[in-house]
Nanobody, 114 residues
Framework: QVQLVESGGGLVQAGGSLRLSCAAS????????MRWYRQAPGKERELVAS???????RYAESVRGRFTISTDNAKNTVYLQMNSLKSEDTAVYYC????????WGRGTQVTVSS
């Protein structure tokens, strides 16, 4: 199993930045893919960014150029650097790990005020 704990969410003004962290309970180099999803009120959960163990990175079109996913293998942690935040980025952000099965964190709230 993999336990995931997100942190770093909060309230920020539009145009500001936040960095989310996702700490995994096992080595992330053994995990097939690490992903960030988000879910806004009344909307479906959507994939924001992903990185696989081959280093391939993908972003949703809505965040490309503003968000950056990265990893610190020594800390078993995945980050999501979010810059130029917009009100439409407001959502609960979830960390996801693909390792035999799908594992999810509990989420961290990001609120962007306009």
């Amino acid at each position: 199993q993999v336990q995931l704990v997100e942190s770093g969410g909060g309230l920020v003004q539009a145009g500001g930045s936040l960095r989310l962290s996702c700490a995994a309970s096992r080595s992330i180099t053994s995990i097939s893919a690490m992903r960030w999803y988000r879910q806004a009120p009344g909307k479906e959960r959507e994939l924001v960014a992903s990185i696989n163990n081959g280093g391939t990175i993908r972003y949703a079109e809505s965040v490309r150029g503003r968000f950056t996913i990265s990893t610190d293998n020594a800390k078993n942690t995945v980050y999501l650097q979010m810059n130029s935040l917009k009100s439409e980025d407001t959502a609960v952000y979830y960390c996801n790990a693909v390792w035999i099965s799908n594992y999810w964190g509990r989420g961290t709230q990001v609120t962007v005020s306009s």
